[in-house]
């Protein structure tokens, strides 16, 4: 077979209309086979010719799409210094962008013997591994442009793409549970009522099938055990080859067209070889020194800050160019909208420490394309000084998980959480002002994906992990959640009733907090997975979502479609600035931007904050001089609100502000009843509070228009 020199830049397989430039970095090989594989498994073996910068290269004409590939690297084999090149074993391009196939428990896959891991095993893994497919990168994407909504103006709803769509009557059975599904009209529909203005896809990176699980007769469901940085998982495809690349980008398109943004949930603090007993499929064949951190005096291990065996060397400069690559790769090729960033402290492990100084939070700051993008950080991992929210660069967003905390013990009764609820529900100005960063640094969320689901944590106060095999140890086992008297399935309509209103409680809290609120998928319908908390590994009806609503089900969506609309129409709810409090912040009135009550209708005091059995209090909003959203600073006229907070489990009596702060309040919300109507309530009157529940109530504004001449409002 003909092969030219090729280029070293871009590394990976790309067609460029007349043939394929293959590149691959490895400091440590001494020679790189470029090995094709035809229809039948066939192999062919050709050497790259070229090597600069440590990148093996080398260009074959004529070469068009479709055609699958791998590496056989030749070097060392010493694992006490950390080297396990391995040329028996077929290895992924970690720049392939289609992967065919998957693997299996084989000891092929395995640099040892399974009955002596000191021994070596040659055996050759070609047909028991995973090969790149060469991609046509062209895609007709029309008039496609990004939303760019901004983030106070954000509503995420994090999702599965199989479990959200694969059991949906409306979604034809042949494409479901693909990316197909996903841009198919009835999922748009379901996001579009709910006010979604970002999708934020769990793990799409081609990920492994682990053998543990194999070997149980599970699945890796969520796939956090990414191989390939640059490939859509083809396990999310309707065909294999390559097409999984034209069908993602084809999603994209119908979202986008549909004024939703697409969020990646990216994993690359690990990959799938897991630790010194994993398979060789990739990176640890390429240059294992290079791609993973290593214990520093026992190299043949690998320092995990995961949990998962491994830790990619975030000081590698060619383990940041692949990350950072992969990124751009996916904005500028895919038209992707943004990443959330799975254990990101990983990613700012330069040495040990957490250091948001790291070389990677540099590159991401000064890089034109993805400073620009979405950039979400789950602020955490499993090592040591790890917990970083609040942390972060300010550039970043995160996953407020004191929020999450605070709202389920607030909700669920525990006290003295009145005065960090107030910190919350006002956007964590105590995590994110010190930086100079705003409400919208702060990622609000009650659930997501690791976790019970929002009816679930309502009807357990346990874990119930049986069916994943690992006897009850897997999980979080800390939940603060609250099962309203009865473990699990009951037919008390009482306990019923109350579930039902807490899950209420819980998505209106979420929706009406300043930040950017994160819906979990299925919890605006009740979703529940039996009180299993970690369905990792479950494939299967107990993780995907039902779309066989009940009646109160329907309900349910209804409700939180409501309050979805009642931000979206309402700026008081989704500030671009922390609150102040003064009455010199804009504002006509002179009672600040906020305020915070007793239910006896005073202001709170410090006694009161202190208060470690007060559950109760009522905030004012103030809808004067809201700071706007456009570049010219102009400020926002809304109407005012009060929100009437009642965690205790008795009613309580709420007496309303006296008339300067508003003469007539409507109720909007009340989660104590089903449905709510036009209920008018008069300035310094008591409104009845029911126990457990959250009412809001609106103040009307008349707002003139500038066409008028009025500077100011008048109430009406």
Known sequence: MEIWPGTAYPLGATYDGSGVNFALFSEVAERVELCLVDDEGVETRVELPEVDGFVWHGYVPGMQPGQRYGYRVHGPYDPRNGHRCDPSKLL?????????????????????????????????????????????????WGHDRPPRHEYHESVIYEAHVKGLTMTHPEIPEDIRGTYAAIGHPAVIEHLGELGVTALELMPVHQYVQDTSLQAKGLTNYWGYNTIGF???????????????????????????????????????????????????????GIDNAAYYRLVDDAKEHYYDTTGTGNSLLMRNPHVLQLIMDSLRYWVTEMHVDG?????????????????????????????????????????????????????????????????????????????STLGEFASRLTGSSDLYEHSGRKPIASINFVTAHDGFTLRDLVSYNEKHNEANGEDGRDGESHNRSWNCGVEGATDDLDVLALRARQQRNFLTTLLLSQGVPMLAHGDEIGRSQGGNNNVY????????????????????????????????????????????????????SDMGDIAWLH???????????????ARAMTVFLNGEGIPGPDTRGRRVLDDDFLVLFNADHEEHHFVLPPVEWGERWCTEIDTAAATVGPEWHEAGKTVHVAGRSVIVLRNPREILTPASGAAGATRS
């Open 92 to 140: 992924l391009d970690p720049y392939a962008k289609a992967v065919e196939g998957q693997v299996s428990n084989d000891q092929a896959l395995f640099s040892y013997q399974f009955s002596n891991p000191r021994k070596r095993n040659t055996q050759d893994s070609l047909g028991k591994t995973m090969l790149g497919v060469v991609t046509n990168p062209y895609f007709d």
């Open 230 to 284: 640059l490939a859509p998982h083809n396990g999310y495809a309707r065909s294999d080859g390559g097409e999984q690349v034209t069908e993602f980008k084809a999603m994209v398109k119908a979202l986008h067209e549909a004024n939703i943004e697409v969020i990646l949930d990216v994993v690359y603090n690990h990959t799938a070889e897991g630790n010194e007993l994993g398979p060789t499929i990739c990176f640890r």
């Open 339 to 415: 990443f959330r960033f799975d254990l990101a402290a990983t990613l700012a492990r330069q040495f040990h420490e957490v250091d948001k100084l790291s070389a990677f939070f540099d590159l991401i700051q000064q890089d034109p394309v993805i400073s620009q993008v979405k950039l979400i950080a789950e602020p955490w991992d499993v090592g040591d000084g790890g917990y970083q929210v609040g942390g972060f660069p300010p550039l970043w967003t995160e996953w407020n998980g004191q929020y999450r905390d605070t709202v389920r013990d607030f909700w669920r009764g525990e006290p």
């Open 537 to 588: 590994c479950q494939d299967n009806e107990t993780a995907w979502m039902d779309w066989d609503l009940t009646e109160e089900q329907r309900d349910l969506y209804a409700f939180t479609a409501a309050v979805a609309r009642l931000r979206h129409e309402h700026p008081v709810f989704r500030r671009r600035r922390f609150f102040a409090g003064s009455a010199d912040h804009g504002g006509q």
């Open 599 to 613: 239910p006896s209708g005073e202001a709170m005091t410090e006694e009161d904050w202190s208060d470690g059995a």
